[in-house]
Every structure is written in structure tokens, then in C-alpha cells.
């Protein structure tokens, strides 16, 4: 999904984001605010100036990204494959 759009979240920075074509938003952004259609210049331009009018950030579970459980995902994966 792009680490930078993790990283901005983890500090309250609203995103915008492709829409489901081209990103993962179900699995890792359905919640945010500012996702749209990365073939339309004129929807990217509104929601980017949206974006920084609102400020708004959606719910997001930062746990799921934190280093303890990406270790143990990584160990999951690993013991599948072995």
C-alpha cells in the first residue's frame, strides 16, 4: 500500500489515496477520506485541495502495523512456507 501513506497516518496527516483499482484501500485504508480516481486530474486536484481545506483522517488501526506484529505475521508466513 506504500509505507509513506502509513507513515502520514502515524502522524495524523490526511492521505489521498488511489481507489481500489490501483491500492488495496478494503484491506488497509477503507476508512480514509480522500481516495480517488488516479486517471482524473480534476478528481485528484479536488480531493488533494479537499484534503488540505478538511484535514480529516480516517479510523485508522495502527496496531496493525506496528513492528511486534509484523514479526508475527513474517513467523506465520514462514511457518506455512517451511
Do not use: H
Amino acid at each position: 500500500p506504500g509505507l509513506v501513506n502509513i507513515e502520514a497516518l502515524f502522524q495524523n496527516c490526511p492521505i489521498v489515496i488511489s481507489d481500489s483499482r490501483f491500492m488495496p484501500v478494503k484491506t488497509y485504508f477503507k476508512n480514509q477520506k480522500y481516495i480517488v480516481n488516479p486517471l482524473n486530474t480534476e478528481d485528484i486536484r479536488k480531493k488533494v485541495l479537499l484534503a488540505i481545506k478538511e484535514r480529516l483522517v480516517g479510523n485508522f488501526n495502527k496496531d496493525n502495523f506496528s513492528w511486534e506484529n509484523t514479526a508475527k505475521q513474517t513467523y506465520e508466513a514462514y511457518k506455512k512456507i517451511i
